[in-house]
Nanobody, 124 residues
């Protein structure tokens, strides 16, 4: 069982940056791929980024590619999402998720554990 807690969300002006963190409990964190997704009310959950257990493989969604960087620190059981050049359309609730199969996939159905989310609001 893995519990995930996101933090770092908030209000930022367009063009600004935020770094989201996701702290995981459980001894098996380092063996899971981790992903970030986002969702606005009434919309489908959208893939943002994923990273393999080792950190060597990363995958990014087309809408954020070039503006975000995913990383992890297995010693701290934490995964990060650095977001730069933020746009108003990046406003969403951001969720982190853990995947036991280490698939580094954009399919949200592949992820086994989810956090509660953190709100990111980008003002124009």
């Amino acid at each position: 069982q893995v519990q995930l807690v996101e933090s770092g969300g908030g209000l930022v002006q367009a063009g600004g940056s935020l770094r989201l963190s996701c702290a995981a409990s459980g001894r098996t964190f380092s063996s899971y791929a981790m992903g970030w997704f986002r969702q606005a009310p009434g919309k489908e959950r959208e893939f943002v980024a994923a990273i393999s257990w080792s950190g060597r493989t990363k995958n990014y969604g087309d809408s954020v590619k070039g503006r975000v960087t995913i990383s992890r620190d297995n010693a701290k059981n934490t995964v990060y999402l650095q977001m730069n050049s933020l746009k108003p359309e990046d406003t969403d609730v951001y969720y982190c998720a853990a995947d036991r199969s280490n698939a580094v996939t954009m399919r949200n159905s592949a992820y086994d554990y989810w956090g509660q989310g953190t709100q990111v609001t980008v003002s124009s």
